[in-house]
C-alpha cells in the first residue's frame, strides 16, 4: 500500500497536482469601473459598470433592448497552463503568454431576444497589454443555456444590472449620441 501512496504522490508531483505552484501575477480589476459578479474554480467574471449603455444606432436612436458592455475574466494558474498548451498544441505563437492573466471581451446583449453576440475577445497580461485579440462573432441564446451555467449567471447579473440602473445608462448612452453628432 505504501509504495502504491509512493507511486501516486510521485506521478501527481511531476503534474504539478500536489505541489503547489509558484505564485503568479494576477490582473488587477479596478473595483470603481468593473463589478465582480461570480467566481468559478479557475475564472473571476467580472463587467465594467461604468462603460455600460443601451445601443445608439446611426440616427441617434437608443434602443434600451440592447446593451453594450465590456467584461474581463481573470484567470488562475490551471486556467492560464490550459490556454498555453492549447497555443502550442495548435501551433500558435507563445510569446508574452507566461504572462497572460486573462480577458476581456466586448459583448452586445439582446435582452429582448436573449442572446449574447461576442464581438470582440482579448487576451491581456497582467498589465492590460493585449497579447492577441480576435472578432470571433459568437452568438450565445441564454435559453439554451443552463441555467446553471457561469455564462448564463454571468450574463443574468449583468441584464439586472441594468434593469436597475435604467436612468445612468439611458444618461450614457444620451452622451455617446451626443458625441456622434459633434465629430
Known amino acids: 500500500m505504501r509504495k502504491i501512496f509512493l507511486a501516486w504522490f510521485i506521478a501527481m508531483v511531476s503534474i504539478g497536482a500536489v505541489v503547489p505552484q509558484i505564485a503568479f501575477a494576477q490582473l488587477t480589476v479596478s473595483?470603481?469601473?468593473?463589478?465582480?459578479?461570480?467566481?468559478s474554480a479557475r475564472i473571476n467574471y467580472y463587467f465594467n459598470t461604468s462603460e455600460i449603455r443601451f445601443f445608439v444606432d446611426d440616427t441617434g436612436r437608443i434602443d434600451r433592448n440592447i446593451l453594450l458592455v465590456k467584461t474581463v475574466k481573470s484567470?488562475?494558474?490551471l486556467q492560464i497552463q490550459d490556454v498555453v498548451e492549447k497555443r502550442k498544441w495548435k501551433g500558435l505563437d507563445s510569446t508574452g503568454y507566461e504572462n497572460l492573466a486573462g480577458v476581456v471581451?466586448?459583448?452586445i446583449i439582446?435582452?429582448?431576444h436573449q442572446t449574447v453576440f461576442v464581438k470582440t475577445y482579448t487576451e491581456l497580461d497582467?498589465?492590460?497589454?493585449?497579447?492577441e485579440s480576435s472578432s470571433p462573432n459568437r452568438l450565445c441564446d441564454l435559453t439554451k443555456?443552463?441555467?446553471?451555467?457561469f455564462d448564463h449567471i454571468f450574463y443574468g447579473e449583468i441584464i439586472k444590472y441594468a434593469a436597475l440602473h435604467q436612468a445612468e445608462l439611458q444618461d450614457r448612452s444620451t452622451?455617446?449620441?451626443?458625441?456622434?453628432?459633434t465629430k
Not at 497582467?126 to 497579447?131: F, H, I, P, S
Not at 443555456?145 to 451555467?149: A, H, N, P, V, W
Open 126 to 131: 497582467t498589465d492590460w497589454n493585449t497579447l
Open 105 to 107: 471581451e466586448d459583448l
Open 110 to 112: 439582446d435582452v429582448q
Open 145 to 149: 443555456l443552463s441555467i446553471k451555467s
Open 175 to 181: 452622451l455617446y449620441a451626443a458625441e456622434l453628432y
Open 31 to 39: 473595483d470603481s469601473s468593473y463589478q465582480w459578479v461570480q467566481s
Open 75 to 77: 484567470f488562475d494558474w
